[in-house]
């Protein structure tokens, strides 16, 4: 949450379209925001729009483009700025941000980027792992060498999800931990798989409307990212794994197994070749603890665990 800086040269690009009353008010708010910098927020002007903050906008174009003027009088144009948003909330703003937007990836400069590999790949990267593996899988040059990091930076991945549940007093993060416990001991990548596709189909069957839920969040994960309001871009991207991790598979139709993480086989296909692997087994994991982080507060979601006895250690 840097300092709010504005780019004379953004918004410069107003001048050219204060002519077309029926696209006005949506671009000088789209311009406006990108002249702000906050890092990797491309639809702030959502983040506003949906904030208990909600200014005037219709009331802000007017001024400010009588403000900029033919002779483009940035001095009265920055006076209006400090007047229109003398009102705006910048905490609430700051605490969207730190609500809407997974931790590991608030620096991040490629949402689009990282989205895309959600979907095409089923890799999640929202919540874990940390933004310098996030970094080296968005840019690495093909989903083979994303596999080679994924083996390479296992054992910090499933450090990452073990952080990334350690405050969470919640069933989901409890059995997820058991997966990670599993995870780590040689040998045992099969259970470890099959207990986080079981916590993965009861996240998304609780949050996403029953059994139907698992369509709902496939249809959510195909949405065009560029198309994601700001306040469910969390949401959005912890959901795009699902797309191939609900790919159904069955042993009858002659297919081969799917080479990423699939919930469906994972459960009915037990005995066929390929089911389960350390990778499949570390995507199943990074899923389960993103839709838990995400989710695990949801009002459709079981209450908390209560807190420790006393004089227990606190530990669950």
């Known amino acids: 949450h840097r300092a709010v800086v504005f780019d004379r040269r953004a918004l410069s690009n107003w001048t050219g379209v204060y002519t077309q009353t029926a696209q006005l008010q949506s671009k000088f708010a789209e311009d406006l925001f990108k002249a702000i910098n906050f890092p990797a927020i491309a639809r702030a002007n959502d983040l506003v729009l949906n904030s208990g903050a909600l200014f005037d906008a219709t009331k802000l174009q007017r001024e400010a483009l009588v403000a900029i003027g033919p002779q483009f009088d940035y001095s009265a144009l920055a006076g209006k700025f400090t007047e229109l948003f003398k009102g705006f909330d910048w905490e609430a703003f700051k605490e969207g941000l730190n609500r809407w937007l997974p931790e590991n990836l608030k620096d991040s400069e490629d949402l689009e980027e990282v989205a895309r590999i959600c979907l095409d790949e089923g ?35 499933v450090d990452d999800c073990e952080i990334a549940l350690i405050d969470i007093r919640h069933e989901w993060a409890v059995q997820t931990r058991t997966s990670i416990a599993a995870l780590r001991q040689d040998g045992l990548e099969g259970p470890a798989q099959s207990h986080a596709a079981g916590i993965i ?116």
């Open 123 to 157: 890799i999640p990267l929202a919540w874990v792992p940390r933004a310098e593996i996030v970094h080296e899988l968005a840019e690495a040059s093909s989903p083979e060498e994303r596999q080679r990091i994924l083996e390479i930076r296992f054992s910090d991945i």
């Open 201 to 316: 189909d009861s996240i998304v069957v609780t949050t996403q409307g029953g059994l139907g839920g698992r369509s709902v969040a496939k249809t959510k994960a195909v949405e065009p990212f560029g198309d994601v309001s700001l306040h469910v871009v969390a949401e959005s991207l912890v959901l795009r794994p699902l797309f191939l991790g609900f790919t159904e598979w069955y042993p009858n139709r002659g297919t081969p197994i799917p080479p990423t993480f699939a919930r469906h086989v994972t459960a009915h296909a037990i005995g066929q070749p390929d089911v389960f692997s350390r990778l499949k087994a570390l995507i199943g994991v990074m899923l389960a603890t993103s839709l838990t982080v995400q989710f695990w507060d949801d009002p459709l979601a079981p209450p908390e665990l209560p807190p420790p006895a006393s004089g227990e250690d606190g530990t669950i």
